[in-house]
């Protein structure tokens, strides 16, 4: 196979070798083409170069992040998607069932099998695993607001977190989903393609990115005592207690709030005015699943 791998230096929790990622890949994948991205958006020029030269594949190996960004320049090409993880949640990547060990990963892909997947869109932006509105698009905004001045990392993530975790307020929005509307108020709404944020957190278990569907998940805004009872389950398959989750499958949603509208495409936050619209696009991209 004809491959490009596209990474982002930047990615991880430490700074990679690059001699020995790239001596890894040539091991697996001699001859393969191996870039660094400079920039934002430079994975995405990388991956629609890879299309338009004809490569089998373009391989991101980053967060979900670089894979959204790659995935952009790959949509309705030939060219098929591979993921190697080298972010902090990894959603897409295990969703896909990816070894989080890069050298595993590698090897991985050496037999990997090309799948037509489906990918979301808000208002007309690619999403590969989640989008949605609510408490953590607001904690993504705020971070990334923090980022632009202060320290970034786990620690200022988590202290955000909490507090807006004691203060948040639901706001209310107009939903129509497939021709139905109704007045909501939650504590969050999530579009999944895919199954999960992340670290295994499975906020739509039942999700699949092959069904030509959109799992619209909707979090109740129920006590914090049930909530905290509740968060376990989100770590397995099975249904979550209290009623504190609503969930159905759709092919297009509107969401109308007056003013700003803060929300979040596989993880980065995003903010519009007004109205917010939600769409999958079956069969958008082909994507490579690792051997078994």
């Given at each position: 196979?004809?491959?490009?791998?596209?990474?982002?230096?930047?990615?991880?929790?430490?700074?990679?070798?690059?001699e020995?990622?790239?001596a890894c890949?040539?091991l697996?994948?001699?001859?393969?083409d191996m870039?660094?991205?400079?920039?934002?958006g430079?994975?995405?020029?990388?991956?629609k170069?890879?299309?338009?030269?004809g490569?089998?594949?373009a391989?991101?190996?980053?967060?979900?992040?670089?894979?959204?960004?790659?995935?952009?320049?790959l949509?309705?090409?030939?060219?098929a998607?591979?993921?190697?993880?080298?972010?902090?949640?990894?959603?897409?990547?295990?969703?896909?069932?990816?070894?989080?060990?890069?050298e595993?990963?590698?090897?991985r892909?050496q037999?990997?099998?090309?799948v037509?997947?489906?990918a979301?869109?808000?208002n007309?932006?690619?999403?590969l695993?989640?989008?949605g509105?609510?408490i953590e698009?607001?904690?993504?905004?705020?971070?990334?607001?923090?980022?632009?001045?202060?320290?970034?990392?786990?620690?200022?993530y988590?202290?955000?977190?909490?507090?807006?975790?004691?203060s948040?307020?639901p706001?209310?929005?107009e939903?129509?989903?497939?021709?139905?509307?109704?007045?909501?108020a939650?504590?969050?709404?999530?579009?999944?393609?895919?199954?999960?944020?992340?670290?295994?957190?499975?906020?739509a278990p039942q999700?699949?990115?092959?069904d030509?569907l959109?799992?619209m998940?909707?979090v109740?805004?129920i006590a914090?005592?049930?909530?905290?009872?509740?968060a376990?389950?989100?770590f397995?398959?099975?249904?979550?207690?209290?009623g504190v989750?609503?969930?159905?499958h759709?092919?297009?949603?509107?969401?109308?709030?007056?003013?700003?509208i803060?929300?979040?495409?596989?993880?980065?936050?995003?903010?519009?005015k007004?109205?917010l619209?939600?769409?999958?696009?079956?069969?958008?991209?082909k994507?490579?699943?690792?051997?078994?």
């Open positions: 196979m004809k491959i490009r791998f596209i990474l982002n230096p930047k990615s991880g929790k430490r700074q990679a070798d690059l020995t990622l790239a890949i040539q697996n994948f001699p001859g393969a870039r660094l991205t400079k920039a934002a430079h994975a995405t020029e990388l991956a170069e890879a299309a338009e030269m490569f089998d594949a391989i991101a190996i980053g967060g979900d992040g670089t894979i959204n960004e790659t995935a952009r320049g949509v309705g090409t030939n060219t998607l591979g993921v190697i993880p080298r972010g902090s949640g990894n959603g897409f990547a295990r969703e896909l069932g990816m070894p989080l060990l890069f595993e990963a590698v090897m892909l037999r990997a099998k090309a037509w997947c489906d979301g869109r808000a007309g932006e690619l999403f695993n989640l989008a509105v609510g698009a607001d904690i993504a905004w705020q971070f990334m607001e923090h980022g632009k001045t202060g320290q970034r990392g786990m620690w200022p988590f202290k955000i977190g909490a507090k807006t975790a004691l948040y307020k706001k209310n929005l939903l129509t989903a497939d021709g139905v509307t109704v007045k909501t939650p504590l969050t709404l999530v579009f999944a393609n895919g199954r999960q944020y992340g670290s295994n957190f499975k906020i999700a699949s990115l092959t030509g959109l799992d998940v909707a109740q805004n914090k005592w049930k909530l905290a009872l509740t376990p389950f989100f397995t398959d099975g249904k979550r207690p209290f989750v609503q969930t159905a759709v092919k297009h949603a509107l969401i109308r709030q007056a003013g700003d803060i929300y979040h495409i596989d993880g980065e936050p995003r903010k519009t007004d109205s619209e939600i769409t999958v696009e079956p069969k958008a991209l994507v490579l699943f690792p051997e078994k």
